[in-house]
């Protein structure tokens, strides 16, 4: 009889550097294998931010595709330890659970002609939430453009064919809601480092790039506003604003400190954007 594959997730995966590193690092160790199952160890995980349920769902959901691989694990412990995954229904449970802390924000997926759900998802799981900060009506204005925009990027840009994932959690003892959003394209370099010419060649400056106004790679038609206005609004209500892309973590509340970015040794696919609403 074959030995089980096992492979773990320890210590805490926050949305930060470190966190997202040891998501990305479980995907490349599980991409060595194809037509198997993995069981997936987490008596060793102290702590998991539930909106990055939206990143390790398309991870599992990429080594399904892409290695004909399933995953198992000890559900019970999860709904004993973690039951906040199953609170946000990333996990199922034989008798459903229910929000009561009402802190999550739905983990989901949509397919790229769903914009209908994207638009319906935000309205409602997300400015409806307890944890969202109080918005002007241009503020909720333009935060719903900006991310319909970044949602019809992920077709255009990131020549993505893949469902694109989402999920938030409310921190409140730390004031703020997380928003993750994941997208399985191609990142953000390649449409860029078209658009300029080669000028702009690694994924730190394409983010930079993209965050300036007015930047865009659709050709003749008006954008480029959605990131320099979430980038706008985080930096003035001193939230913060994470885009991974490619081999780089930027992140605003980096900005100006001397080190302003970090690089993954095992880089993702797409891209992903960490939106941090603060009370």
């Known amino acids: 009889m074959e030995d089980k594959i096992v492979l773990s997730i320890k210590h805490n995966v926050s949305t930060k550097f470190s966190g997202i590193k040891k998501l990305f ?67 199922r449970s034989e008798a459903p659970i229910d929000d009561l802390q009402e802190s999550t924000v739905s983990f989901k997926s949509f397919d790229l002609n769903d914009k209908g759900g994207f638009v ?27 991310l319909i925009e970044v949602y019809c990027n992920i077709q255009e840009h990131s ?55 007015r930047n865009t790679t659709r050709e003749g038609a008006p954008g480029g506003l959605g990131l320099f206005d979430l980038n706008s609004y985080f930096n003035r209500t001193k939230g913060n604003f994470q885009i991974i892309s490619g081999d780089t973590f930027w992140s605003l509340d980096m900005e100006n400190t001397v080190l302003k970015k970090f690089n993954f040794p095992n880089p993702y696919a797409g891209s992903i954007l960490n939106l941090f609403f603060k009370r």
Not at 49 to 59: E, K, P, R, T, V
Not at 171 to 195: N, R, T, W
């Open 25 to 91: 690092d479980f995907h490349k160790e599980a991409s060595h294998y194809y037509n198997d199952t993995i069981y997936i160890d987490f008596y060793h995980l102290d702590w998991f931010d539930a909106n990055l349920s939206a990143l390790f769902g398309s991870i599992l959901a990429k080594l399904k595709k892409e290695n004909n691989l399933n995953f198992s694990t000890d559900l019970k412990f999860l709904e004993e330890h973690f039951n906040v995954l199953f609170r946000n229904g990333f996990l």
């Open 120 to 146: 319906d998802y935000v309205e409602n799981d997300l400015f409806a939430h307890r944890g969202m900060p109080s918005l002007e009506d241009d503020e909720k204005d333009t935060i719903m453009q900006s």
């Open 159 to 213: 020549k993505s064919i893949e469902p694109f994932y989402v999920c938030g959690q409310y921190y409140p003892k730390q004031g703020f809601l997380a928003f993750s959003m994941v997208d399985l394209g191609v990142g953000f370099l390649p449409a860029i480092e078209v658009k300029t010419k080669g000028k702009v060649n690694n994924s730190y400056d394409a983010i930079k790039w993209a965050l300036e106004k």
